[in-house]
């Protein structure tokens, strides 16, 4: 008898927009939601049935935050595996420094403000974004993998 390999999959994205003269990220404080998780983190979401990976970070960002964004660089994948069911999430992490338009102050995601790397760093985050980081910062760091279960989410391996 064969496994079945069917899986659910959810596809997310995440984007660090950045400023290098002046060494700031632009940083949401997530408003945390029943389903979500909340803190400093980036602008990102889901990716619409049909709708290719790079348009939707895109939309996201500006639907988050009023820019455009252009010159997106994919910066990793992270791989939540559900341990008691079929279901993955895979959450697809690109950058930028190439960003136009008028930056809104909220949305219903939460405030959006320009914050110093380096204070962002030392900040508390939303969980797992030192992980995250280590992705976003590091080009030989693409991959983080972690079980997700009914008590909580498993610490991220980095691959």
Not at 134 to 152: S, T, V
């Amino acid at each position: 008898m064969s496994k079945d390999r069917t899986v659910k999959a959810t596809f997310l994205n995440m984007c660090m927009i950045y400023d290098e003269e002046r060494n700031m990220v632009l940083v949401q404080d997530k408003i945390k939601d029943e389903d979500e998780w909340g803190g400093y983190t980036f602008p990102g979401g889901h990716i619409e049935n049909g709708e290719s990976f790079i348009d939707s970070v895109i939309r996201e960002v500006k639907e988050e935050t009023g820019l455009d964004i252009s010159d997106i660089k994919p910066c990793g994948l992270v791989d939540w595996y559900h341990e008691e069911k079929p279901e993955r999430w895979l959450v697809f992490l690109y950058k930028t420094c190439a960003y136009g338009g008028k930056l809104i102050e909220s949305s219903s995601e939460g405030k959006i403000f320009w914050m110093d790397l380096n204070e962002f760093m030392a900040s508390t985050k939303a969980p797992n974004m030192d992980t995250y980081m280590k992705m976003f910062l590091d080009d030989n760091i693409n991959e983080a993998y972690a079980i997700w279960n009914k008590n909580g989410n498993s610490e991220l391996v980095l691959n």
